[in-house]
T-cell receptor, first 109, second 111 residues
Framework: AQRVTQPEKLLSVFKGAPVELKCNYS??????LFWYVQYSRQRLQLLLR??SRESIKGFTADLNKGETSFHLKKPFAQEEDSAMYYC???????????FGKGTKLTVNP | KAGVTQTPRYLIKTRGQQVTLSCSPI?????VSWYQQTPGQGLQFLFE???????NKGNFPGRFSGRQFSNSRSEMNVSTLELGDSALYLC??????????FGPGTRLTVT
């Protein structure tokens, strides 16, 4: 069964510190992995998808198939990064997203 | 371009009633998916429609149903409401295999 695990419910860092939000998945096949973000009072929006290999707002994520992980990283956190972050996967040919439970990131001044 | 819109934004119903939620996708998007978001279970997939056909269904009871119209607008219906159906219901639209764009959600409260 497809499953996405985000082990940290809450994560708090200081501005300028590195941040890593963990995501592990279980899926038999080649999934497509995403990070979605939800800022306060805003709708859920896509941050990254692994196939694009882009860096968005300073965030990067590398798919590690050996460890079945897709951790989200940023070298220097900013206060505006405070939000709820969701890792998700989708199986090929489908639009069905399987989400993790989310990590609430707080960046303190 | 206009984003995904959902109506109504808030709804209060009593147990046993039924409810219909509506979703208007971004123009040109033919795929619409629905998700239920609760504090306990997080975001869970309900169903996905493409060109008026249900392509995927999540693990929800038959009380949850949906449909998609020829203009890609979609509705979901929940019959015989239970207290546990209280949730934020999100709709997302996309082109096939492209980024899904989410609506603001409909907050359903069942009393």
């Amino acid at each position: 069964a497809q499953r996405v695990t985000q082990p940290e419910k809450l994560l708090s860092v200081f501005k300028g510190a590195p941040v890593e939000l963990k995501c592990n998945y279980s899926y038999s096949g080649s999934p497509e992995l995403f990070w979605y973000v939800q800022y306060s009072r805003q709708r859920l929006q896509l941050l990254l998808r692994h196939i694009s290999r882009e860096s968005i707002k300073g965030f990067t994520a590398d798919l590690n198939k050996g460890e079945t992980s897709f951790h989200l990283k940023k070298p220097f956190a900013q206060e505006e990064d405070s939000a709820m972050y969701y890792c998700a996967l989708v199986q090929g040919g489908s639009e069905k997203l399987v989400f993790g439970k989310g990590t609430k990131l707080t960046v303190n001044p | 371009k206009a984003g995904v819109t959902q109506t109504p934004r808030y709804l209060i119903k009593t147990r046993g009633q039924q409810v219909t939620l509506s979703c208007s996708p971004i123009s040109g998007h033919r795929s619409v998916s629905w998700y239920q978001q609760t504090p306990g279970q997080g975001l869970q997939f309900l169903f996905e429609y493409f060109s008026e056909t249900q392509r995927n269904k999540g693990n929800f009871p038959g009380r949850f149903s949906g449909r998609q119209f020829s203009n890609s607008r979609s509705e979901m219906n929940v019959s015989t409401l239970e207290l546990g159906d209280s949730a934020l219901y999100l709709c997302a639209s996309s082109r096939p295999t492209a980024e899904q764009y989410f609506g603001p959600g409909t907050r359903l409260t069942v009393t």
